[in-house]
């Protein structure tokens, strides 16, 4: 059992595109409801991570604001810096950045970008990680002593030393990158097929998962707090019933390890909020995010867990 239980947190990631009134809308219902974290993903078709959660600081006073994650194979490490600098800076220092090396192949080639090997891609995420940790936490910016037309300096990061990192991850790589590196670190609760699809992994695998983090974080000074995606929320009576839909793209498993997956929330409100109780005590994970076509469904469960 994990010495530290610790409060539970929410997140929800938005997917959808939407006119900015809509978008705006959105984002103060996630605040209503009592979501801690609004979150973008950073996938072609969906929402512009940077300007999107611009908006949604606008819109919104409480919830933290979030990449959940960023490609990192989209990305120059330093225009990505000025990127998170300045986005720190235009939502009052509320933005927390989310990493991962990707997994849709033809992004990148729709994009016309790289793709590279599983090593090649977890590399990439690497120097990304250094220099941003190199040029956000320095005073300065490259060539921050510039000044725009109007006289005033280029922004930079309001958050010290450092904008909060997120990195998601399940490799045995990519848990070193993130127990050296990540405040938070975020188990998909899948594993990525040659495919480019993900598969769910079952709760014995999440708990070698997470205790070969632990091994590599063990050093730590400050214990990084551990984040789940939640993939589907049914809050129903009959959760056999409900899950029916989703057993054909999961076919190599039966009905009830569906319903027995980390990233599987099915049962009343009761049973949900215990199996998340349940879960923080199993493996250490109190963070939570949800996808945002479960926003509403999920919300009685982040009211009955407020503040525990």
Not at 118 to 143: M, Y
Not at 210 to 226: H, V
Not at 261 to 273: D, F, K, R, S, W
Request: net charge negative; aromatic share 6%; glycine share 8%.
């Amino acid at each position: 059992m994990p010495q530290l239980l610790r409060p539970f947190p929410f997140g929800v990631n938005m997917l959808t595109p939407a006119p900015a009134d809509e978008w705006r809308a959105k984002c103060r219902r996630a605040e209503e409801l009592g979501y801690d974290v609004i979150t973008v993903a950073d996938h072609l078709g969906m929402p512009a991570p940077f300007p999107a959660l611009v908006a949604a600081a606008e819109a919104t006073e409480r919830p933290r604001l979030g990449t959940f994650v960023l490609n990192a194979g989209f990305w120059n490490p330093a225009l990505l810096a000025r990127e998170v600098a300045t986005t720190d800076a235009l939502t009052g220092g509320r933005l927390e950045l989310g990493l991962g090396t990707g997994y849709v192949q033809a992004e990148h080639e729709t994009a016309g970008l790289p793709w590279g090997s599983p090593r090649e891609r977890v590399d990439h995420l690497r120097r990304t990680v250094e220099e941003l940790e190199r040029l956000l936490g320095s005073d300065e910016l490259p060539h921050s002593r510039l000044r725009s037309s109007g006289g005033t300096p280029m922004p930079q990061a309001v958050q010290r030393p450092r904008v909060p990192l997120l990195i998601g991850a399940n490799s045995d790589r990519m848990l070193r990158l993130t127990a050296e590196h990540a405040d938070v670190a975020a188990f998909t609760g899948a594993r990525t097929l040659d495919s480019g699809t993900l598969a769910p992994i079952a709760p014995e695998e999440l708990d070698q998962r997470i205790a070969l983090y632990r091994e590599f974080a063990a050093g730590r000074k400050e214990p990084a707090e551990l984040n789940l995606l939640i993939q589907i929320v049914l809050v129903t009576d009959d959760p056999g019933a409900a899950i029916q839909p989703w057993l054909p793209r999961i076919p190599h498993l039966t009905e009830q390890q569906v319903l027995e997956l980390p990233i599987v929330l099915a049962g009343t409100l009761e049973q949900i909020v215990e199996q998340l109780r349940g879960r923080r005590e199993r493996y250490g994970i109190s963070y939570l995010t949800v996808l945002e076509p479960n926003m509403e469904a999920f919300a009685p469960v982040v009211e009955a867990l407020r503040g525990e």
